[in-house]
């Protein structure tokens, strides 16, 4: 049982250590950046290295760095941009496809709609993208290999309709399950047409209670902390 | 711990955080617990006991994600399954101002993570 005296203890600790760490607080350390964007980036190198990884060991991939030495990530996305460092994926030395981080591709609608210019309306920003090789600017929607999205920050419900938007302008749902570009990792068949694996990585647990209504639609939701 | 005892430190924890810069994480936490609790439209009903045990956790794991000391772990994890012949040694983030911003700038928050899981941990069994 807490005696009154732990009580203060406890709350003279808590006020202590706060107190002192006022100078590395969020808002000091935030800067021209948000906290929660750096958050995210942080979130989304750790989910790049455990997509690599996984590529490798599961997979059987081979992944080679393009452009070495700092790894840069965007604040804002754009089409591929290769001066910035990519990942060249290969599975029995054929290249298969290419890691882009925070990079645009064209819609589902867009094509649909046949445009002949692009709007920004057009075009969605992905955190972690694998295209088929050799493309440039934004790639179609046809080209999404794997799809991934990183939420470092607490999950509401509206964040699990953005996620069901965002899989409508990467393909449309088919009930017969298609092959996708993986034989194990991240998984073989999805209902989805094209067969676009779309990952849905959150730090927060009660991303889970959507799991299973959003591998109706070949998302596959994933619950993983630092 | 009785529900006033219990209700005392969160107010303190929930204040401290507050007025030292650490509001984000109160705002993130407090998603979490409508999240959590909002479903059944009781979470004015749980007691201070469960929020206060929810606000250690949930804060503890935000500011771990906030945190650069995941970050040499990141980058060894990126170096050891790539093939390179010059390894990532940093991660940057390219602004829109066409500034950088090294994640190696994060604050480091290990220090406050290791009082409140003491505190968490003192509290486990009351």
Known sequence: ?226 | MTNEQAGAILTELIEELEANGFGEVVRQVRIRLEEAFGDDGDILEISNRQQLKFYLSESIQILDSMSVSHLSEIIGLLNEFTQTEQPINEIRVALINEQYYNLSELPDYTAIITVLRNIQSELSNE
């Open chain 1, 1 to 226: 049982m807490l005696t009154s005296t732990d009580v203060l203890r406890i709350r003279g600790n808590i006020a202590s250590i706060l107190q002192a760490s006022s100078s590395i607080s969020p808002v000091q350390a935030a800067g021209i950046l948000p906290i929660k964007d750096l958050q995210g980036k942080l979130y989304e190198a750790h989910i790049l290295a455990t997509i690599i990884q996984n590529l490798t060991t599961l997979e059987g991939c081979t992944i080679k760095l393009v452009s070495s030495g700092t790894l840069t990530l965007k604040q804002k996305g754009s089409p591929i941009n290769r001066t910035y460092p990519y990942f060249e994926v290969y599975r029995n030395r054929a290249l298969i496809g290419e890691i882009f981080t925070d990079t645009e591709f064209l819609s589902l609608s867009f094509s649909l709609r046949r445009a002949k210019t692009i709007t920004t309306s057009d075009y969605h920003e992905l955190d972690i993208v694998t295209f088929s090789p050799g493309l440039n600017g934004r790639p179609r929607h046809e080209d999404v290999l794997l799809a991934v999205e990183c939420k470092a920050t607490s999950v509401e419900k509206s964040t699990f309709r953005e996620v069901l938007g965002f899989r409508r302008e990467l393909a449309l749902l088919q009930s017969t399950p298609q092959k996708t570009s993986f034989n194990t990792w991240p998984i073989n068949l999805i209902t989805a047409n094209p067969p676009s694996v779309h990952m849905f990585y959150s730090i927060d647990r009660p991303i889970l209670k959507y799991k299973d209504n959003a591998f109706i639609y070949g998302i596959l939701v994933i619950h993983e902390t630092m």
